[in-house]
Structures are given as structure tokens and as C-alpha cells.
């Protein structure tokens, strides 16, 4: 049973890395689910999943991951709503660099949202990129 339970555990922690911050009502250690570029762009297209960009609307305009809504993190929390559509998929949150995504993370998993980090960002993404430049 023990090794049963350990393989299951391995098989959830490889699929995802975690990243720990304090940012919780309480002030405790909260999980933030982190995966990396090449996993999302294994994802990208899987009708299980969506990418929310949380940079602003001209960073989005400038360079983005093709076909995604874009919230700026600092009107996640007042526009939480317009996610509602996506509350039955894993939505994969991006920035620039994984900061601001990783705050929205947290803010989408305190909704009751299942989200992930996309780490790295922009700036480690290898799929495929809409460019207005």
C-alpha cells in the first residue's frame, strides 16, 4: 500500500513543480503549481486547458501565446468573472518573466480555480507566439 501511494504521489509531483510562497489569508506556506515551458507547450491546444496572459494589453498586443484572453493582473480580482467559461479546464496564467503569473495563480486558486504558472513566461516560451512587431 505504501508503494502504491508513493508512485501516485511521484507521478502528480513530476507532472508539476511546486513552487511555495506566502501569500494566504492565514500567512502560511501555500502551493503554487508551476509547469515549465516545453510541458505547456505540450499543452497548448489540449481543449483541457487554457492560457490566461495577465501582462497588459500592450505587451499582449506586442508579443503573445496565440488565441488567449489577456487580464491584466492588476484587474484579476475585479474581473474574475469573465473566467467563469473556463472554471472546467486548467488554466495555464502567463506574464513576462512567471512573477506576475504566479500571483495570478494564486488569486485564480483562492477562486476556487484549477491554475497552474507557466514559469519562465514569455521569456522561456518555445510554442508558438502571435507578434505585433
Excluded at 499543452?43 to 494589453?57: A, S
Excluded at 489577456?70 to 472554471?87: F, G, H
Excluded at 494564486?106 to 512587431?133: F, R, T
Amino acid at each position: 500500500m505504501k508503494i502504491v501511494i508513493i508512485i501516485l504521489l511521484m507521478g502528480v509531483l513530476g507532472r508539476f513543480a511546486y513552487n511555495s510562497i506566502n501569500d494566504n489569508k492565514e500567512g502560511k506556506n501555500i502551493e503554487i503549481p508551476t509547469i515549465i515551458s516545453a510541458k505547456g507547450v505540450e499543452l497548448y491546444g489540449n481543449k483541457d486547458y487554457v492560457f490566461v496572459d495577465v501582462r497588459t494589453i500592450k505587451e499582449h498586443l506586442a508579443k503573445a501565446i496565440p488565441n488567449t484572453p489577456v487580464i491584466p493582473i492588476q484587474e484579476l480580482e475585479s474581473r474574475i468573472d469573465e473566467l467563469k467559461k473556463y472554471k472546467d479546464k486548467i488554466i495555464v496564467v502567463y506574464c513576462r518573466s512567471g512573477n506576475r503569473s504566479k500571483t495570478g495563480t494564486n488569486i485564480l486558486i483562492k477562486h476556487g480555480y484549477n491554475a497552474v504558472n507557466l514559469a519562465g513566461g514569455m521569456n522561456k516560451w518555445q510554442g508558438p507566439v502571435i507578434s505585433g512587431e
